[in-house]
């Protein structure tokens, strides 16, 4: 089975710009969760969703939105970049048994100039 | 930092066994260990549900805290491939609202 899918891999932005980026979950998994991840630091939180529904939001400004679609897939949008966006960003998908345990995807290094 | 992590670097030899902890000050429905290689996302490696729970997973050994609020992460035997960055997380739901939480996590160097 495919494990989570993210894209674009890598990202270059300029500030001020907005950014869109994808995940697919493992196939039968509904759950997808977005972290944020700067080096040196664990992943943060920025979202949850479960059939289509946010069920947790992190820390964030509302520069930061996500959605889920009927296929379960997911995007995160960021809107007026700051340097300070720069980071590695995570997608996440869980069964719904288990919707405590994150399986990651490889991420999208974004970078903003 | 909700989660800290102790100790933040470690280096040890091959064939050492390690432990890794993790405390917190909230209460955490569950709690799992991940692991982290150089681009790449955090693999799961244990999951515990139960207050004072003990799993196992090959040559790794966790136990969640009575409390609910600590952990701990033995490795046994270790080997080269076992370096990477160990983080813990917790899980929580407050108000409806669920959210997982990462340590900063606990760099791993394991000399042949």
């Known amino acids: 089975d495919a494990g989570v899918t993210q894209s674009p891999t890598h990202l270059i932005k300029t500030r001020g710009q907005q950014v869109t980026l994808r995940c697919s979950p493992i196939s039968g998994h509904k759950s997808v969760s977005w972290y944020q991840q700067v080096l040196g630091q664990g992943p943060q939180f920025i979202f949850q969703y479960y059939e289509k529904e946010e069920r947790g939001r992190g820390n964030f400004p509302d520069r930061f939105s996500a959605r889920q679609f009927p296929n379960y897939s997911s995007e995160l949008n960021v809107n007026a970049l700051l340097l300070g966006d720069s980071a590695l960003y995570l997608c996440?998908?869980?069964?719904?048994?288990?919707?405590?345990?994150?399986?990651f995807g490889q991420g999208t290094r974004l970078t903003v100039v | 930092q909700l989660l800290e992590q102790s100790p933040q670097f470690l280096s040890i030899q091959e064939g050492e066994n390690l432990t890794v902890y993790c405390n917190s000050s909230?209460?955490?429905?569950?709690l799992q260990w991940y692991r982290q290689e150089p681009g790449e996302g955090p693999v799961l490696l244990i999951a515990?549900?139960?207050?004072?729970e003990l799993t196992s997973n090959g040559r790794l050994t966790a136990q969640f805290g009575i409390t609910r609020k600590d952990s701990f992460l033995n490795i046994s035997a270790s080997i080269p491939s076992d370096v990477g960055i160990y983080f813990c997380a917790g899980y929580q739901t407050q108000g409806g609202s669920e959210k997982l939480v990462f340590g900063k996590g606990t760099k791993l160097t394991v000399n042949p």
């Open positions: 515990l549900y139960k207050a004072g």
């Open positions: 996440a998908s869980s069964p719904r048994d288990r919707v405590t345990e994150a399986f």
């Open positions: 909230s209460v955490f429905s569950s």
